[in-house]
């Protein structure tokens, strides 16, 4: 539906109210039918946001006129709210209530006294305006409420048109930070981007067949057509964009309320103040803009230079500034020089100040002047549910997360150029760390670095998951780990550089994907990697990693069956150290009673110890009862609980798939398994194992998203590794044992209809 359709068909709704109120029996004189909100599609457009108002003056009854009004719009089926307010209720309902006030500020005039309506409006709007200094704390807060509870239209995976940050509510508050007088935003601006995501509602309901403002993922390829739009994608990126444009538009126009909020109300400003802060930039309030002297069209820096001092003071980069830049300054010479690269560097190093003036860059084309391989990755969405963010913004954030861990490496001007290109080689088919290496190189040439310079950039692309997944997929105490690493990465500078990397850029995807745990597996390793790039430089052997003694239980030691269970608090859950005699099957009935408990497995570690079998876990849970889990696991071993109700048929998302990695390590064959994230999956592999006389050395687990991954080091009974026959059953016993846990359709649809 387009802006002028949507207008009529506001128009025809309003002729209804208009012709019921017009049908009643003497409409009174000093009452007034208002319409605050708008209609939105359907032929009296059944998914609407219209309320009607019938304002009266105090000492007037509208009860008859009211009754006589509401039935002609109920039985023409109306979708609209109604009420009846006098004067005085409706002028103290805006009063008391902020949510009501913004209603109100758009209140349109629809029949009965045109004076009242004048009146109420005159007067709620002059109360918003002479109390907005002290309403708009609360406004923002309730803003920033909302922006947290339901994330952005540009971010988020099921975006709410409405209420997320950059929704249609965004632009309604913006145009009453507008009716206060104290800041202005670009009309025409904020309108094209308000119809257009109008527009994707009234379709996005259309295709939903209902009043909704929640983008379900299933809907993105549906809605194509109707916004003549050519695939999902494109989809998402047009909508994603406009809710990018009015987000920018409402920090914009919220610092600005800020710096306005912190002037002196006795203190009258005839001019703007400038102080001039480096060559041909200077600070306004709160703006970075050109000074007097400024000469765009023979400083090619310029640009560079007034976005990184607005980072640095989180301060606004004027976008009319941006763009007088962008269109006067002439391209920087290739390579860059030392003072273009230093400029970078210092804006990308700004911290938090970088995001709003790197959301100025683009929204004005500056970016493209800076980065044009940018537009491969902008609005891009990521391929993971672990990611809160596109790829783009996500570039940013971690950004923001290297600028604070600049004191901790040697060169810092590496690390967040390294963050600036990390991910620039997504979007394709190819792994996008060995798509980005050969763009990086090329852009950090035009940069100006040094050759070896160059290559340190290219390399940390090329490996920047490496830490992140080889400590939580491999044994870090397997000699064969830290040679994966240091087979890659060969000084203990690029290490450094490498691990503060991996570190901004698990902290820029979300919480999860930088936890406690998670943190202690990448420093542990990368110590270990270290300490062999030290010990390698200095001609001798890697250290070699001790092995680990527990104290053996006395219960233990006298009777092998006796089961022993230790639960010690850890900062991201809890580390449960079970010991019992050795035997084929231990870990796996360990596994269960974890699984039976519904306890979530990060990692498993198992080795003998004297006789004894000993497993330490690191699981997610608080507050475990070592009590509960022995009597739990004694009962599985004796078989007083039964354990296969784990293996039961359930649907699956994704089909398990278990590859060998004989590359992993030289004492152990490794097996790595992919599946759902789903209870039971560890004591299953466990079993099977099992069931051929192999035991589990250790067992890694990572499950962020709807997939986990797990890593089993496997061992001979007799210790050793498997040799190659014995590898390929084990990873058939493992996944036959996991694809009969998957329900097939036909087997649901058969469930479904025998019941």
Same mark, same amino acid.
């Given at each position: 539906?387009?802006?002028?359709?949507?207008?009529?068909?506001?128009?025809a709704?309003?002729?209804? &109210?208009?012709?019921?109120?017009?049908?009643?029996?003497?409409?009174?004189?000093?009452?007034?039918?208002?319409?605050?909100?708008?209609?939105?599609?359907?032929?009296l457009?059944?998914?609407?946001?219209?309320d009607?108002?019938?304002?009266?003056?105090?000492?007037?009854e509208?009860?008859?006129?009211?009754?006589?009004?509401?039935?002609?719009?109920?039985?023409?089926?109306?979708d609209?709210?109604?009420?009846?307010?006098?004067?005085?209720?409706?002028?103290?309902?805006?009063?008391?209530?902020?949510?009501v006030?913004?209603?109100?500020?758009?209140?349109?005039?629809?029949?009965?006294?045109?004076?009242l309506?004048l009146?109420?409006?005159?007067?709620?709007?002059?109360?918003?305006?002479?109390?907005?200094?002290?309403?708009?704390?609360?406004?923002?807060?309730?803003?920033e409420?909302?922006?947290?509870?339901?994330?952005e239209?540009?971010?988020?995976?099921?975006?709410?048109?409405?209420?997320?940050?950059?929704?249609?509510?965004?632009?309604?508050?913006?145009?009453?930070?507008?009716?206060?007088?104290?800041?202005?935003?670009?009309?025409?601006?904020?309108?094209?981007?308000?119809?257009?995501?109008?527009?994707?509602?009234?379709?996005?309901q259309?295709?939903a067949?209902?009043?909704?403002?929640?983008?379900?993922?299933?809907?993105?390829?549906?809605m194509?057509?109707?916004?003549?739009l050519?695939?999902a994608?494109?989809?998402?990126?047009?909508?994603?964009?406009?809710?990018?444009?009015?987000?920018?538009?409402?920090?914009l126009?919220?610092?600005?309320?800020?710096?306005?909020?912190?002037?002196?109300?006795?203190?009258?400003?005839?001019?703007?103040s400038?102080?001039?802060?480096a060559p041909?930039?200077?600070?306004?309030?709160?703006?970075?803009?050109?000074?007097?002297?400024?000469?765009?069209?023979?400083?090619?820096?310029?640009?560079?230079?007034?976005?990184?001092?607005?980072?640095?003071?989180?301060a606004?980069?004027?976008?009319?500034t941006?763009?007088?830049?962008?269109r006067? &300054?002439?391209d920087?010479p290739? %390579?860059?020089?030392?003072?273009?690269?230093?400029l970078?560097?210092?804006l990308?190093?700004?911290?938090?100040?970088?995001?709003?003036?790197?959301?100025?860059?683009?929204?004005?084309?500056?970016?493209?002047?800076?980065?044009?391989?940018?537009?491969?990755?902008r609005?891009?969405?990521?391929?993971?549910?672990?990611?809160?963010?596109?790829?783009?913004?996500h570039?940013?954030?971690? &950004?923001?997360?290297?600028a604070?861990?600049?004191?901790?490496?040697?060169? %810092?001007?590496?690390?967040?150029?390294?963050?600036?290109?990390?991910?620039?080689?997504?979007?394709?088919?190819?792994?996008?760390?060995?798509?980005?290496?050969?763009?990086?190189?090329?852009i950090?040439?035009?940069?100006?670095?040094?050759?070896?310079e160059?290559?340190?950039?290219?390399?940390?692309?090329?490996?920047h998951?490496?830490?992140?997944?080889?400590?939580?997929?491999?044994d %870090?105490d397997?000699?064969?780990?830290?040679?994966?690493?240091?087979?890659?990465i060969?000084?203990?500078?690029?290490?450094?550089?490498?691990?503060a990397?991996?570190?901004?850029?698990?902290?820029?995807?979300?919480?999860?994907?930088?936890?406690?745990?998670?943190? /202690?597996?990448?420093?542990?390793?990368?110590?270990? &990697?270290?300490?062999?790039?030290?010990?390698?430089?200095?001609?001798?052997?890697a250290?070699?990693?001790?092995?680990?003694?527990?104290p053996?239980?006395?219960?233990?030691r006298?009777?092998?069956?006796?089961i022993?269970?230790?639960?010690?608090?850890?900062?991201?859950?809890s580390?449960?150290?079970?010991?019992?005699?050795?035997?084929?099957?231990l870990?796996?009935?360990?596994?269960?009673?974890?699984?039976?408990?519904?306890?979530?497995?990060?990692?498993?570690?198992?080795?003998?110890?004297?006789?004894?079998?000993?497993?330490?876990?690191?699981?997610?849970?608080?507050?475990?009862?070592?009590r509960?889990?022995?009597?739990?696991?004694?009962?599985?071993?004796?078989?007083?609980?039964?354990? /296969?109700?784990?293996?039961?048929?359930?649907?699956?998302?994704?089909?398990?798939?278990?590859?060998?990695?004989?590359?992993?390590?030289?004492?152990?064959t490794?097996?790595?398994?992919?599946?759902?994230?789903?209870?039971?999956?560890v004591?299953?592999?466990?079993?099977?194992?099992?069931?051929?006389?192999?035991?589990?050395?250790?067992?890694?687990?990572?499950?962020?998203?709807?997939q986990?991954?797990?890593?089993?080091?496997?061992?001979?009974?007799?210790?050793?590794?498997?040799?190659e026959?014995?590898?390929?059953?084990?990873?058939?016993?493992?996944?036959d044992a996991?694809?009969?846990?998957?329900k097939?359709p036909?087997?649901?649809?058969?469930?479904?209809?025998?019941?």
């Open positions: 539906m387009t802006a002028a359709e949507r207008a009529t068909r506001t128009a709704a309003d002729e209804l &109210c208009v012709q019921a109120y017009a049908a009643c029996d003497g409409p009174d004189t000093r009452v007034a039918m208002v319409a605050v909100g708008g209609y939105g599609r359907g032929e457009a059944p998914f609407s946001d219209l009607v108002v019938l304002i009266h003056e105090d000492d007037v509208p009860g008859p006129l009211a009754e006589q009004l509401w039935y002609p719009l109920w039985d023409a089926a109306a609209l709210d109604h009420s009846v307010r006098s004067v005085s209720e409706t002028t103290s309902a805006a009063q008391g209530d902020l949510r006030a913004l209603g109100l500020l758009d209140m349109r005039h629809l029949a009965g006294d045109p004076s309506t009146r109420v409006r005159t007067t709620i709007l002059a109360n918003w305006r002479r109390s907005a200094r002290e309403r708009l704390a609360e406004l923002r807060s309730m803003v409420g909302r922006h947290e509870l339901m994330g239209v540009a971010h988020a995976s099921v975006p709410d048109l409405k209420e997320s940050e950059g929704g249609l509510r965004d632009a309604t508050v913006l145009k009453a930070l507008v009716a206060t007088w104290l800041v202005d935003v670009p009309h025409v601006e904020l309108e094209r981007c308000r119809q257009s995501l109008l527009d994707v509602r009234d379709v996005l259309d295709t067949g209902r009043s909704t403002d929640r983008v379900a993922p299933e809907l993105w390829d549906q194509a057509p109707a916004l003549d050519e695939d994608l494109a989809v998402q990126v047009h909508v994603r964009v406009l809710g990018r444009r009015i987000t920018h538009l409402s920090r126009t919220w610092r600005r309320v800020e710096a306005v909020l912190e002037r002196p109300t006795s203190v009258r400003v005839r001019k703007p400038l102080t001039t802060i041909g930039v200077a600070i306004s309030g709160a703006e970075v803009v050109l000074d007097a002297r400024a000469r765009p069209e023979t400083d090619p820096l310029l640009l560079l230079r007034a976005a990184a001092e607005a980072a640095e003071r989180n606004v980069l004027a976008p009319a941006a763009a007088r830049l962008v006067e &300054c002439p920087l290739v %390579p860059w020089p030392a003072a273009a690269q230093q970078l560097v210092r990308l190093a700004a911290g938090p100040g970088l995001l709003g003036v790197w959301e100025t860059l683009e929204e004005t084309g500056a970016l493209h002047r800076i980065l044009p391989e940018w537009e491969r990755i609005m891009l969405p990521h391929a993971s549910a672990i990611h809160r963010f596109t790829v783009d913004r570039v940013v954030e971690t &950004c923001i997360e290297a604070a861990l600049i004191r901790k490496v040697a060169r %810092p001007d590496l690390l967040v150029v390294a963050a600036l290109l990390h991910d620039i080689g997504k979007g394709g088919l190819q792994s996008h760390s060995a798509a980005g290496e050969p763009i990086a190189r090329e950090a040439i035009r940069m100006g670095f040094e050759p070896e160059v290559e340190l950039i290219a390399m940390l692309v090329r490996w998951l490496l830490l992140a997944e080889t400590a939580t997929t491999r %870090p397997d000699p064969a780990t830290v040679e994966l690493v240091i087979s890659r060969t000084s203990p500078e690029a290490l450094s550089l490498l691990a990397l991996s570190e901004a850029d698990a902290k820029a995807a979300s919480p999860k994907a930088w936890s406690t745990w998670r943190a /202690s597996l990448v420093h542990q390793l990368a110590r270990r &990697c270290l300490a062999a790039l030290i010990a390698t430089a200095a001609g001798s052997s250290p070699r990693v001790p092995d680990v003694e527990v053996i239980p006395k219960e233990v006298r009777d092998p069956a006796a022993a269970i230790e639960v010690e608090s850890a900062p991201e859950g580390r449960v150290t079970v010991i019992s005699g050795d035997r084929v099957g870990l796996a009935d360990a596994a269960a009673m974890f699984a039976l408990q519904r306890t979530s497995v990060q990692a498993a570690r198992a080795w003998v110890q004297d006789t004894v079998g000993v497993s330490v876990w690191q699981v997610a849970e608080h507050d475990l009862d070592p509960v889990l022995r009597q739990r696991m004694a009962a599985i071993g004796e078989g007083r609980v039964d354990a /296969s109700r784990l293996s039961r048929p359930a649907p699956a998302r994704l089909e398990p798939a278990v590859a060998v990695r004989p590359e992993a390590s030289r004492r152990a490794v097996l790595e398994v992919r599946m759902d994230n789903r209870p039971g999956v004591h299953l592999v466990c079993a099977a194992l099992a069931s051929l006389d192999l035991s589990v050395k250790s067992a890694h687990m990572s499950t962020l998203g709807p986990a991954v797990d890593v089993f080091y496997v061992q001979e009974s007799g210790a050793g590794a498997l040799s026959e014995r590898a390929a059953s084990a990873a058939h016993a493992v996944r996991l694809q009969a846990t998957i097939r036909a087997e649901a649809e058969e469930a479904v209809v025998g019941s």
